[in-house]
């Protein structure tokens, strides 16, 4: 058998952390290879749509902090491929501000807004309507604007992201899916259904397919898939959104949970997204997508602009879905860590997956590259780390 070819650490998954590991690694001197099993131009996993939410506020202070990493790192990047993924349009947040939700609650980030000094204004009942184009809510409904928040353009940060790697030299297999992981005293042997790689650190950012790549060594991250609901609905008037997520009580029968955006800035058109956050049916894998929305989030959201946003036409234009992969402990937003003390050789496995990430992308991509060749990052997210009681040594 010919030796498997050597790189000195492996990507598993080619999204956007992974090809934001793989850039940070290169810039670093290292040869790189990613494996990914579908193509670069995304849609397959949790990557899908044209824009993110992008904002500076969090309930937590450690993620509020890194969200200001994050933006210089996007700047640089930006700087480097001129390409720009982050526009400032306004993050708008409003509703009953005591409501927790995975997205956070309202007064919990005003306490880290002030605590980190970062500007916001508070939004009253009346300019909701008056100034952002929200109407008829509750009488309690509030809220805040923090003007530096906005949207993140997905496409450009894809082409950004993998420009900065090739241009490094990265090797970029696609069509390539990691079968197995298998770390050792001298390094990591990667067996996908192509062939077989040598590397010295392997750093799996497979997304929703994450638990899959790592209970082969016995490492399990415990993620529920949802399949999200994206709606774009037709503006009638010249009206404008910032970006905005409404907090509400939970009905009966779903999380009453709503989010949106403004005009796209980087395309000339007049449609803008309007989606429910209802994380409910989880499905058992990715394959298990349907592709489709459900009818109860179709109608819901009609609902919801037919009763709020008199300025879009109240039949969406379009729908989409795309599989969110949410840590199942709603007490921890995401997983990045190495394997180092679970399982033998851990050190030389690190893995990032999960939760509302894009924001995040290209200090994930370091991240990973510190703790793979120093043991620690510069971010402090041990709370994010792998667990003992994440090995189950069985397979799912
Ligand atoms: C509807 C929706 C709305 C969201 N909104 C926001 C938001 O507003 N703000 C925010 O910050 N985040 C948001 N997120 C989360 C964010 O989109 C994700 O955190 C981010 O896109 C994940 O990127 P990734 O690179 O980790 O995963 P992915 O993009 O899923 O990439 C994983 C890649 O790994 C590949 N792969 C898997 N298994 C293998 C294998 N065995 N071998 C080779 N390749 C493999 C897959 O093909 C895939 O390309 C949202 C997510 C969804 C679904």
């Known amino acids: 058998m010919l030796d498997a070819e050597f790189f000195d650490l492996t990507v598993v998954g080619g999204g956007p952390v992974g ?28 990557s899908g749509g044209a824009e993110r939410q992008w904002r500076l506020q969090y309930a937590e202070t450690d993620l509020s902090a890194l969200t200001l ?20 349009t306004g993050s708008l947040w409003f509703g009953d501000t005591t409501q927790s939700s995975s997205e956070g609650q309202i007064e919990a980030a005003v306490a880290v807004l002030d605590e980190l000094e970062i500007a916001y204004q508070r939004v009253d009942n009346d300019e909701l309507r008056t100034r952002y184009g929200f109407h008829d809510l509750p009488a309690d ?12 353009d997905v496409a450009a940060a894809r082409w ?20 197995d992981i298998a770390p050792d005293g001298n390094g990591v042997t990667v067996h996908t259904d ?87 049916d989880p499905i058992a894998d990715p394959a298990a997508a349907r592709r489709a929305p459900r009818e109860h989030d ?6 919801w602009v037919r009763d709020h946003m008199p300025d879009l036409e109240p039949q969406p234009l379009h729908a989409g ?13 995401f997983y990045l860590g190495s394997a180092a003390g679970l399982v033998p050789d851990g050190e030389r496995v690190v893995v990032c997956a999960g939760g509302w990430g894009f ?20 971010y402090g997210l041990e709370r994010s780390g792998l667990t003992a009681t994440s090995v189950t040594g069985a397979t799912a």
């Open 19 to 46: 090809l934001a590991a793989a850039g940070a690694a290169a810039a670093r001197g290292l040869s790189v290879l990613v494996v990914e099993r579908f193509d670069f131009h995304g849609g397959h996993g949790s």
């Open 69 to 88: 990493h994050a933006r210089t790192a996007w700047r640089d990047l930006a700087a480097r491929t001129r390409r720009r993924v982050v526009h400032e």
């Open 141 to 152: 409904y509030h809220g805040i604007h923090q003007p530096q928040g906005g949207v993140l």
């Open 160 to 179: 950004a992201l993998l420009d900065s790697a090739a241009g490094l030299g990265c090797a970029l297999h696609s069509g390539e899916t990691v079968l």
């Open 194 to 280: 192509r062939g077989r790689y040598r590397c010295g650190h392997v750093v799996v950012t497979a997304g929703a397919w994450t638990p899959a790549v790592l209970d082969r060594i016995g490492v399990s991250v415990d993620l529920t898939l949802y399949e999200l609901t994206q709606a774009h609905f037709r503006l009638r008037t010249d009206r404008d959104y910032p970006t905005w997520f409404a907090f509400q009580n939970a009905t009966d029968t779903d999380s009453n949970l709503f989010y949106g955006f403004g005009r796209t800035p980087w395309a000339d058109d007049d449609l803008v997204q309007v989606s429910p956050l209802f994380e409910a």
């Open 298 to 303: 179709l109608r819901r959201v009609t609902e």
């Open 321 to 333: 879905t795309c599989v969110a992969a949410l840590p199942t402990d709603h007490g921890r937003q």
């Open 359 to 378: 924001k995040f992308v290209p200090v994930f991509g370091e991240a990973c590259v510190q703790l793979a060749l120093d043991g620690r990052t510069r």
